[in-house]
């Protein structure tokens, strides 16, 4: 029971949660960064464009059964294959 109330009631232990809220913003998940630069390359930049085109032709009419999704399942499967080349790097 000591020890509970020297943790609880003590100074320490607030100043070990704000250096672990520090480090938690300073993290980024390389997932995030990976596919943002995966997206930027030619070939998912090109589905992208493919991808946005469906959508707005879909979206400019009233009434239709068309949907993107093969678009949108080429582009994530582009993008999805670039980043697996390099997540592994990245883990510890």
Do not use: W, Y
């Not at 390389?30 to 630069?37: A, D, E, M, Q, Y």
């Not at 090109?46 to 400019?60: D, F, G, I, P, Q």
């Amino acid at each position: 029971m000591r020890e509970e109330k020297m943790l609880t009631n003590g100074e320490p232990e607030e100043a070990e949660e704000e250096e672990e809220e520090e480090e938690e913003e300073d993290m980024v998940d390389p997932l995030v960064t990976i596919r943002s630069k995966c997206e930027q390359t030619e070939h998912c930049v090109h589905l992208r464009e493919k991808l946005e085109t469906c959508e707005a032709r879909v979206n400019s009419r009233s009434n239709t059964a068309e949907d993107c999704t093969e678009e949108l399942f080429d582009f994530l499967h582009a993008r999805d294959h670039c980043v697996a080349h390099k997540i592994f790097n990245k883990i510890k």
